[in-house]
Nanobody, 127 residues
Framework: QLRLVESGGGLVQPGGSLRLSCAFS????????IGWFRQAPGKEREGVSC????????NYADSVKDRFTISRDNARNTVYLQMNTLKLEDTAVYYC????????????????????WGQGTQVTVSS
């Protein structure tokens, strides 16, 4: 059964760093683009970053470019989101999601294309 489990969230001061992990299982990893989304209180869920099944294709929201880096280790069935220079507005619940596709370099942050979701991990940026 397909499963996605996020970890690594927590409380951090502005300017600090966190690394989120998304452990996935139960599906053929070579055919799934993995993405990170976030939802702040009172706001819609928005795309943060995603990475293709090959690891070659990546995509970032403008608000996190040059601060966040996505990567994947298919041997460990894990996708990482390294978050640096965190800002107050990065506070949200972060969700990992998977999209089945045969396009191995495909990486687009279209929320409706992601079929499977984890439970989320809280990231709080506060002084």
């Amino acid at each position: 059964q397909l499963r996605l489990v996020e970890s690594g969230g927590g409380l951090v001061q502005p300017g600090g760093s966190l690394r989120l992990s998304c452990a996935f299982s139960g599906f053929a990893k070579n055919y799934y683009t993995i993405g990170w989304f976030r939802q702040a209180p009172g706001k819609e869920r928005e795309g943060v970053s995603c990475i293709s099944s090959s690891g070659v294709g990546t995509n970032y929201a403008d608000s996190v470019k040059d601060r966040f880096t996505i990567s994947r280790d298919n041997a460990r069935n894990t996708v990482y989101l390294q978050m640096n220079t965190l800002k107050l507005e990065d506070t949200a619940v972060y969700y990992c999601a998977a999209q089945r596709t045969f396009r191995r370099h495909y990486a687009q942050l279209k929320r409706d294309e992601f079929d499977y979701w984890g439970q989320g991990t809280q990231v709080t940026v506060s002084s």
